[in-house]
């Protein structure tokens, strides 16, 4: 199966190494990765993670880790024709991952994949969709108290953080004091193991189809 990813920072970072070396990693071709240049205005980094400062090497990580293993790269504004072409006749992708990324996907990246675009959104278990849509779901649970979430795997459409859920995590308890930061952190490994979960469902239902 052929996957891209969208992302970036701690999710984005823990999500591609999964896709490299989990234990799927034999069964899935990583075909490009696009992530946050968050220096550029059209990332909206004022209302994403980056509002909060990071290091250079945080900018970087998911980018440094693909140049490493050869995987094609992308970080410039995907509503492009640049990346349109490139999306469409290179990478070809079957299925595509979105985990901390700062640009809004069209309808001509999302309905192209196969299997469409998943993202990767924090909110609370209390039902779908979540109170908590927007660029910033972890500073509105803790706003409101919150001391546990989960990371709500979803199909993208046109509604904003809406579409068809389909995969939950596990629970993150979320510790007093804890920051946006520290939630971005604490739950990328298992954002991970979650997109992992929900991409060996995927391959299985790929193979009775294919059957």
Request: include cysteine; proline fraction near 6%.
């Amino acid at each position: 199966m052929r996957v891209a990813l969208f992302g970036s920072f701690y999710r984005g970072f823990h999500v591609l190494h999964e896709l490299i070396s989990g234990p799927l990693a034999s069964r899935l071709t990583i075909v490009g990765v696009a992530t946050d240049d968050p220096e550029q205005r059209y990332v909206t980094p004022q209302r994403r993670v980056w509002q909060y400062g990071y290091r250079p090497e945080e900018a970087t990580m998911v980018a440094d880790l693909a140049a490493r293993n050869g995987i094609e790269l992308y970080r410039a504004k995907v509503k492009d024709n640049a990346f349109y072409d490139m999306f469409e006749a290179r990478w070809r992708p079957d299925v595509c991952v979105m985990a901390t990324f700062g640009q809004k996907l069209n309808a001509r990246i999302f309905s192209w994949p196969k299997f469409g675009v998943i993202n990767l959104h924090p909110s609370d278990n209390r039902g779908w969709p979540s109170k908590y849509a927007g660029s910033n779901p972890f500073q509105m649970m803790l706003d409101d108290g919150l001391d546990k979430c989960v990371i709500s795997l979803h199909m993208v459409n046109e509604d904003f953080d809406a579409g068809q859920r389909l995969c939950v995590s596990e629970d993150i308890y979320i510790p007093p004091g804890a920051t946006v930061r520290d939630m971005h952190m604490m739950s990328s490994p298992i954002a991970a193991l979650t997109v992992r979960k929900c991409l060996g469902e995927l391959l299985a239902r790929n193979q009775a189809l294919s059957a």
